[in-house]
């Protein structure tokens, strides 16, 4: 019981956190691409970015302006080779960038993947281990009647109530989270195309 109701406490923080967290992403992410695409400079876009830490997207624009100005300042574009060598190099970053933008976004969801699926079974488990103490209760009183039987088994059974009171919302939350996720990293994938297309069209033509 003590294991379920830490769980149970642990979830409930996590989902608050993650609420809370992913919100304001993505608050900050639809306030980065609205700045985005109203502004002509990539160095003002960068400058805003800079207040939005908690935007993905952002993060994503950041790795692949500071490669692009990285390697604006060398000479390995002036050829058609060295475009597209630089064109590769802003696209492994943003692509690094978007890899851990995702796993930051996902971080303490397999807390809530691992309580919907294990907190049943620890309860079950409880109540099995209190059903198997009650009966050998009776058969050391010898006696079998429904008020010696029942207080035991309903005491049991609070194991497995408990159980599910931490699995049920880690389940709900967990779907929720994760779809809320997908939708950030569907937004950082899509700006990631878009943002290489601009470096081509107007930075490698």
Do not use: C
């Not at 993947?113 to 109540?127: D, E, M, R, V």
């Not at 009183?141 to 029942?150: H, I, P, R």
């Amino acid at each position: 019981l003590a294991i379920l109701v830490l769980m149970s406490l642990v979830v409930w923080y996590i989902i608050v956190y993650k609420w809370l967290y992913l919100r304001r992403a993505q608050k900050e992410s639809d306030a980065f691409m609205t700045t985005f695409w109203d502004s002509k400079k990539l160095d003002e876009i960068y400058r805003t970015s800079e207040d939005l830490n908690y935007s993905p997207t952002s993060q994503v624009f950041r790795a692949g302006y500071i490669e692009l100005t990285k390697l604006k300042s060398g000479k390995s574009g002036d050829t058609m080779h060295g475009q597209m060598g630089d064109l590769e190099n802003i696209e492994r970053a943003l692509r690094r960038s978007i890899n851990a933008e995702s796993l930051h976004l996902e971080k303490l969801t397999s807390f809530l993947a691992t309580t919907a699926s294990a907190a049943p079974f620890i309860g079950l488990f409880g109540t099995v281990w209190g059903i198997m103490t009650s009966f050998l209760g009776i058969a050391a009183k010898g006696d079998a009647s429904l008020l010696t039987v029942a207080p035991g088994i309903a005491e049991a059974l609070v194991a497995t109530a408990i159980g599910l009171v931490a699995a049920i919302p880690a389940v709900i939350a967990y779907n929720w989270l994760v779809g809320r996720i997908r939708n950030l990293e569907a937004d950082m994938e899509n700006f990631g195309n878009d943002f290489l297309n601009i470096v081509r069209r107007h930075f490698f033509s």
